[in-house]
């Protein structure tokens, strides 16, 4: 192995120094005394304090969770049947089309998104809350599954699942105690990408979301929107917390399942 | 797949699309072709089943395109398409600038610390996006960290004004989009085999002859499809523009907001949103063969 050259050792110090120092000063004056945000006054929880007895920024969570609980569940179980009618589901009409519909919002700027699917909720009369923002988020996050569980069954072998069916099992059971366990990792983090895909929305949610409801994402860039507050510093750090603590726990997860299956397949071998 | 319920499978998430993606996107072009009006809906005409046959030709000929007339006519608009397009080229390009290093640094690290530092790459994107942007208020301003630290090291004697200008958006797009950018790169980079560069150094050309000869072509395609990750979201735009830039900062995403949510125009913000979409064809286009072309 090659040792790093100082060129190198420059650009990663550099390149995570740059990704990392941002949110390492959000998260060291989230605990700042003072209400001057760029003036250290003293260790302090105060914000924090400040935020828990905020109803405004309560009931916003309380939404976004909601809506990211049902929405990401929507999004998983059509994407991944997206998924399945795309690699398995051999010609059928309009395929070209489904396939377009696919990836087209992956790519389609959110404020178009949010503006087509606002007219349509006004046209149809549907008034506009929780609801529609779930709708509008079902919408777009089942595509990133769709896409994301299709490059899990694409390269798994088909000869598997045929295998169980000349056993005797029915189409369903063949699925579901073959096809499932395989592709179950991929649907696993096709969920949690569509959950974070929809706790982060700012944009398609403040299309859709109507004076009735409103957002985590949409109060946080009301009140940005009049400057930096340390009670946002607050905030941010809780969801950076959470979020690095979700991730790394997954890939821990993820790494344990791969050494255990090597493990496995050792002592078969 | 024989599965029973294979029209099931299918039908609903097609189902789904038509209804939530498709139809709404007509309905976009639609008012694209009407008239604003003071009413509710705000636009002119409005489709009565009613009225049948009659109601429907009715409806038909009062569409027409003076919205798009009126977006080539008021030089707002094209100024914001143009000036999106120069932002995102710009800001696309200074990400390459900071992520190619990055990722090449990555893929010449040892084998053990790939998987943590691709970690420490892919763990930003999953933070909340706003929170990132956010970030940047507070360094990029008057009084903000930079300021403080250039004046602190005695670099410059009065703040440097970097917040609402455009600068900052180049800044907020850059490490927003960065991990976009890296791992397509580092994906084609960590591919490559090391021996090529020992055949080239062999052959006598120089560490930098070996690169610009070995590693940059055959980390073409990663760059290219990073170039498009980055180019193709950042055109649209509306978080970044809003937050980091001035009012003097033109992109077509916050013209839209504006023309709907302000001045409440619907038919107008359709049409941009219509002209946006065909705009971005190209890339979409240019990088679906890329990828092809790769695959």
Redesign the interface.
């Known amino acids: 192995m090659r040792r790093l050259s100082a060129f190198n050792v420059v650009s990663l110090t550099f390149g995570f120094a740059f990704l990392y120092i941002p949110m390492l000063i959000l998260v060291v004056y989230s605990f700042n005394a003072s209400r001057l945000v760029t003036v250290w006054g003293g260790f302090s929880t105060r914000w924090y304090g400040e935020l828990v007895r905020n109803e405004a920024f309560l009931e916003a969570a309380w939404v976004t969770l909601k809506v990211g609980l049902i929405s990401s569940t929507i999004a998983t179980v059509l994407g991944t049947m997206a998924a399945i009618a795309m690699v398995r589901g051999g010609r059928f009409m309009g395929r070209t089309l489904f396939s377009g519909m696919i990836y087209a919002p992956l790519v389609m700027p959110e404020v178009i998104t949010g503006l087509s699917l606002l007219l349509l909720f006004i046209s149809i009369g549907l008034e506009r809350g929780v609801m529609t923002i779930v709708l509008a988020h079902a919408t777009f996050s089942m595509c990133y599954v769709s896409v994301v569980v299709s490059s899990r069954l694409a390269s798994f072998d088909v000869s598997l699942e045929e295998a169980a069916r000349d056993l005797g099992c029915t189409g369903w059971d063949a699925f579901r105690s073959v096809t499932l366990p395989i592709i179950a990792p991929a649907v696993v983090s096709g969920w949690l990408l569509a959950f974070t895909l929809s706790l982060d929305d700012l944009v398609i949610a403040s299309f859709t979301a109507g004076p009735a409801a409103t957002t985590l994402p949409i109060r946080i860039f009301s009140s940005v929107r009049l400057g930096v507050s340390p009670e946002i510093n607050a905030l941010s750090t809780i969801i950076i917390a959470l979020v690095a603590t979700g991730v790394i726990a997954a890939s821990l997860t993820t790494k344990r399942a791969i050494l255990r299956r090597q493990a496995e397949e050792r002592a078969a071998a | ?6 029209p099931v ?2 039908g ?3 189902l ?3 209804l ?6 007509g ?2 072009l639609k ?1 694209s072709l009407s008239d604003v009006a003071i009413a509710i ?1 705000p636009y002119v005409p409005v489709l009565d089943p009613s009225e049948g046959w009659a109601g429907i030709t009715g409806f038909l000929s009062q569409l027409d395109f003076e919205n798009y007339v009126w977006l080539t006519q008021d030089d707002l608009y094209w100024k914001a398409y143009l000036s999106s397009v120069r932002i995102a080229a710009i800001s696309t390009a200074l990400t390459l600038l ?2 190619f ?2 990722a ?3 893929a ?4 053990q610390w790939r998987p943590s ?1 691709l ?6 994107f ?7 942007v ?6 990029l ?1 008057n ?3 930079l300021n ?1 630290a250039l004046m602190g090291i005695g670099l410059i004697d009065a703040p440097l004004t970097i917040l609402n200008t455009n600068a900052a958006v180049y800044i907020g797009i850059v ?1 927003t989009y ?1 991990p976009f950018m ?1 791992l397509p790169i580092y994906a084609t980079l960590e591919k490559m085999d090391g021996s090529l560069l020992e055949a080239a150094e062999d052959l006598g050309c120089t560490r930098l002859q070996a690169f610009w000869a070995v590693t940059v072509p055959l980390s073409r395609p990663g760059v290219i499809a990073g170039c498009f990750l980055v180019f ?2 950042a ?5 970044i523009p ?2 980091l830039g001035g009012s003097d900062t033109l992109m077509i ?1 916050k013209v ?2 504006e023309e ?1 949510f302000s001045n409440r125009d ?1 038919p107008v ?2 049409a941009v ?1 219509i002209v ?2 065909l705009i ?1 064809v190209v890339p ?1 286009v240019l990088f679906q063969r890329n990828q092809e072309r790769s695959a």
């Open positions: 797949m024989r599965l029973s319920s294979r499978l299918i609903l998430p097609y789904w699309l038509l939530l993606f498709l139809v709404p996107f309905i976009v008012i809906p900071v992520g290093p990055l090449y640094a990555m010449r690290a040892p084998e530092l970690m420490l790459v892919i763990l930003p999953w933070t909340s996006f706003l929170i990132r956010y970030a940047w208020i507070g360094i301003s009084e903000g960290f403080q490490y960065l890296v193709i979201p055109l649209g735009e509306f978080v809003s937050l995403g839209l907001w709907f619907w913000a359709s949103a946006l979409l971005l979409i």
